[in-house]
């Protein structure tokens, strides 16, 4: 116990002083403020004026042409994109829906396909997992979306297993070598919070545009999560069983052959179901680079505002979202069981051979039967048009239109647009400075300098308005998720029952490829500033009432029985025991909200936004690199400042609370 | 001694000297920032404290040490004493700092490393204490993997290692995985897998001590039936005492890096070295340790029937309460080497000194 005082004295002496610093910043920026309304503040304390900022973006285009013409790295990417990357795209897309390209296969009928599946299904998690792969397959044909699901999963087949190799080698580097693991940890944090439209221009500048490019893009996306996994994953593997393969003479090779890697396996398989769930959410978007697919036409379906087939669109996209997701998963847990001796060859792969052998069934059977291998355009069942009118007339209800017209103006009159113009009547300098003693008190010195050099950095690229607008986005939204979000995971927590429920719900939507959760927005608000918020805020909502809920549950049980032998109230037991312990794990709740919220808002300018995002779209139709990237970069910073702050903060609290 | 003989027959060559099977003097293992360094600099005499008031960690400190052929050393001490990390430094799983290790000879710090992974894949066997199983591997995969290491063909390694698994009782169980046995059985695979290679040395990290005790008594008689057989040398590790007497030809004591005594399990009862060594024995009922060899006066003769010089004094006990001679004689190999004080052999057995 001294130990334990003297040491929570000496962390609170340098603390106190950083409070001080931070409320010394607020005043400061509140006096600057103060003089701007009252109109004393001379304009280049307001903005930064025009002249002193550098031309970032004019300097990393002369970088990027050196580095793509001069260097030749374009050529190089060219040969990449147009070799064997378009071999691969064209073997699966031929494969998949018969794109009538070298090397000709013929396209594989969707039944053999469907019901392959629910053989892998079944043999992974029996019935259950059997009905929902087998069932994706055939709602995706009936519903006549075979041919557009197929062009996204001929690229997800692609980019999922190169970005699975790439990854796990950086991985295996990282955690042989600390100077890789040293050089990759920066970039990975910075590519972890870089809108992805910052991927995209890159990818279509080396790489062409169309399926080459989404699958590039696709792939640099999904790999960081695999390094993380497998650095991981290697890095807890038993010291005895390392021993163990050393005293069995293990050369190193073998080690990482027979030892390491099998040891990690679990890790490595979450790995690989990150890498498999972000491919699909990043080849959906890649619609935005002319990618065809599912992305593509939900794209032009709630462009045009067709409500029903964006639905059902969206309905596919999550199906297989969520079939990849549980398939991987199980995959996952699924451990080796042994055959008892003299089990025929026949037994022991009966599920390789019911699966070839339902392949080959439904093969054959499309040869015969037409409606088997390919279902036309009159034959599906799709329902868009009735499902429009019928969402029409339910929007059109007096009650629902004069709920959502109500919410709309409530919401843009009085709290968004005066919050955005107050905070856009800030000066720069005072902005920065209110940051600055936020991450100061939260994270300390080291998150309070990092905040300063990253938002002047933001202000100096010359978009501060624009990122102001973002970030208003993006706090609004997460305010309004955590007054919803907090108090459904809060009820939820009190019962075992209810939090598994709202655990798995929370689970599923993670799932779900980004760009879905446009669809409800848009269709309760249309294409308005309101849907942005709302589209964020539902997005944003899920891992804040996911690790609200995960943090109560995980308050140490004999917490709450001395709280319950105190004779404490519910209500007493949550504000004096259970928040206390879980606000570090809420916290990173929080975190991934405003991170979720940066990657959405970006997501949103598809709907008309006046923010970073809007102007990234706009790069996407030229070769505007250098442009593309400060912006970008600009997200990225005013993210990782947040990140860094909330970061510190819970883990401190963490280690303080003992936890 | 008697073990000696079983393990040079069973091993059919054997050196004329008895030189030791490991040999170790003066070895340290420091942990920490730049142990080298640190361990030139350091003056002599600093303790175990001192050193780490100097951010360092002395696992292993000055140990000189001898392991003969087909001697069964078991190290001990309380965890955190440096055992484990004194057969680490054995089996070259850790670099030591100062100091030289010689097996059968041969400077194992000189070793490349393919020389070493040649040791290890032919006269190295190690059991620990979690078993260290491969989860993804079954019970016949895991026992044949050293097998498989050193590049065996398939046929040859399977017949091996379904001999071992028989030797340790697992027959029929060759196609479970390792989750899929109990702890008793997991390390009995341990074993297997140690001795798929045929090593000449076996190290044991406390491979009991995960076991509840009903399952740690059985697997120790198993373990002594194997040694029977195959007669290796080696070096077990255990916190448990009883577990050092059933087993040892000879026990090191171990605190803070340092061998505080290394001796027979007589000695050690009758003689300890230092303080620490006798508050560690002031437990153990003497009786069952001591034999009546190391009590005998050569001085002294006695008179009428003899007593065997490897019976303990616990198994002589009617004897020794019923008769009422001054002096026992006592034999060994059939010639009487002297004679037991009837009355000193009481005191050992009714626990006073």
């Known amino acids: ?659 | 001694m008697v073990q000696d003989q079983i393990a040079k027959t069973w091993m059919g060559t054997f050196m004329a000297s008895d030189a030791p099977v490991i040999a170790c003097r003066n070895v340290w293992k420091i942990f920490g920032d730049d142990p080298t360094g640190y361990l030139k600099k350091m003056p002599s005499g600093h303790s175990y404290d001192d050193i780490r008031a100097d951010g360092y960690i002395a696992g292993v400190k000055d140990v000189s040490i001898e392991v003969g052929r087909g001697e069964m050393l078991v190290i001990m001490g309380l965890s955190g004493s440096g055992k484990s990390t004194l057969v680490r430094c054995f089996s070259r799983l850790h670099d030591i700092t100062g100091g030289t290790i010689e097996v059968e000879g041969q400077d194992i710090m000189a070793l490349s490393e393919k020389e070493l992974i040649d040791l290890r894949r032919n006269k190295m066997g190690m059991v620990f204490q979690s078993f260290g199983l491969l989860p993804h591997r079954t019970v016949l995969d895991n026992v044949a993997f050293p097998l498989e290491m050193r590049g065996q063909d398939k046929h040859a390694r399977r017949a091996r290692a379904l001999e071992v698994i028989k030797l340790v009782g697992l027959e029929g169980r060759e196609d479970y995985f390792p989750r899929e046995l109990s702890g008793g059985q997991q390390q009995r695979v341990g074993i297997a897998r140690s001795l798929a290679i045929e090593p000449d040395i076996w190290f044991l990290d406390e491979p009991f001590s995960a076991l509840d005790p009903l399952i740690r008594r059985e697997m120790q008689d198993e373990f002594l039936r194997l040694q029977e057989m195959l007669g290796k040398t080696i070096v077990f590790i255990t916190h448990d005492f009883d577990e050092a007497l059933r087993l040892a030809d000879r026990i090191a004591i171990m605190k803070d890096g340092a061998v505080e005594q290394c001796d027979t399990p007589d000695q050690i009862v009758m003689n300890p070295a230092t303080e620490y060594v006798r508050k560690f024995t002031e437990e153990i009922d003497k009786s069952r340790v001591v034999h009546a060899g190391i009590l005998v006066k050569p001085d002294q003769k006695g008179e009428g029937d003899p007593v065997p010089a490897g019976a303990t004094i616990h198994a002589l006990a009617s004897t020794l309460v019923s008769d009422t001679r001054e002096f026992i004689p006592v034999v060994d190999n059939d010639t009487v080497i002297g004679a037991i004080s009837r009355q000193e052999a009481l005191h050992v057995l009714v626990g006073s000194n």
Request: hydrophobic share 55%; charged share 15%.
């Open chain 1, 1 to 659: 116990m001294a130990v334990l005082s003297t040491n929570s004295a000496g962390s609170k002496a340098p603390q106190m002083s950083s409070n001080k610093v931070a409320t010394g910043l607020v005043c400061l920026a509140i006096v600057l403020t103060a003089l701007q309304y009252a109109g004393l503040l001379p304009a280049w304390l307001h903005r930064l004026p025009e002249s002193w900022i550098p031309p970032f973006a004019v300097w990393l285009d002369a970088a990027f042409n050196f580095v793509r013409t001069d260097l030749g790295l374009e050529k190089l990417t060219r040969w990449f994109a147009e070799g064997p990357l378009q071999f691969m795209l064209d073997t699966t897309a031929n494969l998949l829906y018969g794109k009538k390209r070298w090397p000709r296969f013929e396209q594989i009928p969707w039944s053999a396909i469907a019901a392959s599946a629910a053989v892998l299904g079944y043999y992974l998690g029996g019935w259950r997992l059997a009905v929902l792969a087998g069932g994706t397959f055939v709602w995706t044909a009936l519903i006549g979306q075979w041919k557009i699901a197929m062009e996204t999963m001929s690229v997800l087949l692609v980019a999922a297993p190169l970005a699975f190799c790439i990854g796990i080698s950086l991985g295996i580097a990282a955690w042989k070598y600390a100077w890789v693991d040293r050089a990759i940890k920066p970039i990975l944090s910075v590519l972890q919070t870089l809108p992805f439209f910052t991927y995209l221009l890159p990818a279509v500048i080396f790489f062409k545009v169309g399926p080459t490019a989404g699958a590039v893009a696709t792939i640099i996306y999904a790999i960081p999560p695999m390094i993380l996994m497998t650095t991981l994953g290697l890095k807890k593997v038993s010291p005895e069983v390392v021993e163990a393969g050393k005293m069995s003479g293990c050369s190193r090779w073998q080690m990482l052959r027979h030892v390491y890697v099998p040891a990690a396996r679990t890790e490595i398989l979450v790995g690989v179901n990150q890498v498999i769930m972000l491919c699909l959410a990043m080849v959906v978007l890649t619609a935005f680079i002319g990618m065809p697919g599912l992305g593509a036409k939900l794209l032009a379906m709630m462009g045009s505002f067709m409500l029903g087939r964006s639905f059902e669109i969206g309905v596919t996209i999550v199906l297989l979202a969520v079939t990849l997701d549980r398939l991987s998963k199980a995959w996952v847990v699924k451990l080796p069981e042994h055959f008892e001796k003299g089990t025929p060859w026949w037994k022991r792969h009966k599920y390789l051979l019911a699966g070839l052998g339902a392949f080959v069934f439904f093969t054959v059977l499309g040869q015969f039967v037409e409606w088997f291998a390919e279902i036309g355009r009159r034959q599906s069942l799709s329902q868009g048009k009735e499902i429009d009118t019928a969402i029409k007339t339910f929007l059109a209800f007096d009650i629902v239109q004069g709920t959502t017209e109500k919410i709309r103006y409530v919401l843009n009159v009085w709290v968004l647009n005066p919050f955005r113009d107050f905070l856009l009547s800030i000066p720069t300098i005072g902005f920065i400075l209110l940051v600055v003693a936020g991450a100061l008190a939260l994270g300390g010195r080291k998150s309070g300098i990092y905040a300063a050099v990253f938002f002047g950095l933001v202000a100096l690229t010359g978009w501060w308005d624009r990122s102001v607008i973002t970030l208003y986005s993006v706090i609004s939204a997460v305010i309004l998720a955590t007054l919803i979000g907090l108090p459904i995971g809060i009820a939820a927590a009190r019962s075992e029952k209810w939090s598994k429920r709202v655990l798995l719900i929370c689970d599923t939507a993670q799932t779900f490829p980004s760009f879905i959760y446009l669809i409800p927005a848009i269709m309760l608000f249309g294409i308005t500033a309101t849907s942005v918020v709302m589209s964020i805020l539902i997005f944003a909502m899920v891992p804040l009432v996911r690790y609200t809920v995960e943090g109560l549950r995980g308050v140490p049980p004999e917490m709450n029985e001395a709280a319950d032998m105190s004779g404490s109230t519910r209500m007493q037991k949550l504000w004096n025991v259970q928040l206390p312990l879980a606000l570090p794990t809420m916290a990173v709740g929080f975190n991934q909200a405003i991170m979720f919220a940066f990657f959405m808002v970006i997501i949103a300018a598809f709907i008309g936004t006046q923010d970073l995002g809007q102007e990234l779209q706009k790069t996407l139709a030229g070769t505007d690199l250098g442009k593309n990237f400060v912006l970008g970069i600009c997200v990225s910073l005013m993210a990782l400042t947040f990140d860094m702050a909330i970061m510190t903060w819970a883990e401190r609290k963490k280690r303080v609370l003992g936890l």
